[in-house]
């Protein structure tokens, strides 16, 4: 809830004592002690230290993989930049050391990246993982595949992955540059390979989705913390669905297994 509403610890505490709705969800009450905003940041702390976080969003997709949810036959990967403040004027006199910049297109960026594996049936987000903002795409595009999938979906950004991967037999779907497609002469073969590329992005798009969730609405287009484990852990904690459905059904799935445990 906090990270869905976009909340700081101390908001957190608040909205557990005014919404009611939120203390229901929570399971909690006003006849027993709310957690305060201390409490909430050393629960934080622990899933940082003990890496739980990524425990967590593997807990949810084993169940909606067994839910029928996540079928798991293809896989798409992408990436993007979560700026971080480029500013010195800070206690440190010093920018985040674990945060790089990068060029993209014309216009430099300072932050960090978030690697995202998106299950290709459903939309569903089954590994992430960070990296600062100056390393390729290409060099985690291996660690974002779940071992099952036949296919795989990538942009531009991914070129020779196919040839770095260790896992060998899989259908790499790797966008074509786009330069060099519009270098290509006019004819039947340059048209046949622009509607090839146009179904590859087709696909693609659905990996922007989550994307769209997380920096528009949990808000997370700027980091929110120093270092890269926080940030991981709090990206990890906002499992990125594909549609209002399937985000519906993904948090029912969370309350189902707080219920049940």
């Keep these: ?62 169940y909606l993989t067994r839910k029928g949810l996540m079928l798991k036959r293809g896989t798409i990967v992408d990436a993007t930049i979560i700026a971080a403040p480029s500013s010195t004027k800070n206690a440190e006199g010093e920018r985040d050391p674990e945060m790089h910049q990068t060029k993209k297109g014309e216009q430099w960026y300072f932050g960090m990246k978030a690697h995202i594996g998106v299950d290709m049936d459903s939309g569903l987000v089954h590994t992430v993982t960070t990296t600062p903002a100056n390393e390729a795409d290409v060099s985690e ?17 991914y070129t020779g992955a196919d040839k770095c991967a260790a896992r060998k037999g899989l259908d790499w779907q790797i966008a074509r540059k786009r330069g060099r497609v519009k270098a290509l002469p006019e004819g039947r073969e340059k048209r046949s390979i622009e509607k090839e590329e146009k179904r590859k992005a087709s696909i693609r798009a659905i990996g922007e989705h989550p994307f769209r969730v997380v920096k528009r609405q949990f808000g997370y287009a700027k980091v929110r913390f120093k270092g890269l484990a926080k940030n991981t852990a709090q990206i990890l904690t906002e499992p990125p669905r594909e549609s209002r459905r399937l985000r519906i059904v993904s948090h029912t799935a969370i309350a189902d297994s707080r219920i049940a445990a």
Aim: cysteine-free; glycine content about 6%.
């Design 141 to 157: 595009a291996e660690y974002l595949l779940h071992g099952k999938e036949q296919v795989v979906y990538a942009d531009a950004g």
């Design 1 to 62: 809830m906090q990270n869905w509403f976009g909340l700081s610890d101390p908001a957190m505490e608040e909205a557990l004592y005014e919404i009611a709705s939120m203390r229901q969800f929570a399971g909690l009450s006003l006849t027993k002690p709310i957690p305060d905003e201390t409490t909430i940041l050393n629960f934080r702390r622990l899933l940082e230290k003990y890496e739980l976080a990524a425990e967590m969003l593997s807990r949810v997709n084993g």
